[in-house]
Nanobody, 124 residues
Framework: QVQLVESGGGLVQAGGSLRLSCAPS????????MGWFRQAPGKEQDFVAV????????YYADSVKGRFTISRDNAKNTVYLQMNSLKPEDTAVYYC?????????????????WGQGTQVTVSS
């Protein structure tokens, strides 16, 4: 059974930092793009960041550009999301997802596997 397990969420004050991790089990995703999405209460799921299979290309939502950094370590089969200068509007459940392809994509339908999510709460 393939699972994506996120960790690293929590409560942080505005301006603080958190580092999310996503560790798949059951298979490796070294040939897949990996993405992060988030969903705030009462809102739709939004794209946050994506990294290509090699790690050579990344793409970010405008709302997090310059503050968040996505990276991956294929040897450890782990994807990270470093979040700096956090704002209250970053509060959401963050989801890791494995893409069907190796190239960058922001489309939810291009991701086949999803984690259970990790809560990030930023207080003002």
């Amino acid at each position: 059974q393939v699972q994506l397990v996120e960790s690293g969420g929590g409560l942080v004050q505005a301006g603080g930092s958190l580092r999310l991790s996503c560790a798949p089990s059951g298979r490796t995703f070294s040939s897949s793009a990996m993405g992060w999405f988030r969903q705030a209460p009462g809102k739709e799921q939004d794209f946050v960041a994506v990294i290509s299979w090699s790690g050579g290309s990344t793409y970010y939502a405008d709302s997090v550009k310059g503050r968040f950094t996505i990276s991956r370590d294929n040897a450890k089969n782990t994807v990270y999301l470093q979040m700096n200068s956090l704002k209250p509007e970053d509060t959401a459940v963050y989801y890791c997802a494995a893409g069907r392809y190796g190239a960058l994509t922001t489309r939810v339908n291009d991701y086949d596997y999803w984690g259970q999510g990790t809560q990030v709460t930023v207080s003002s």
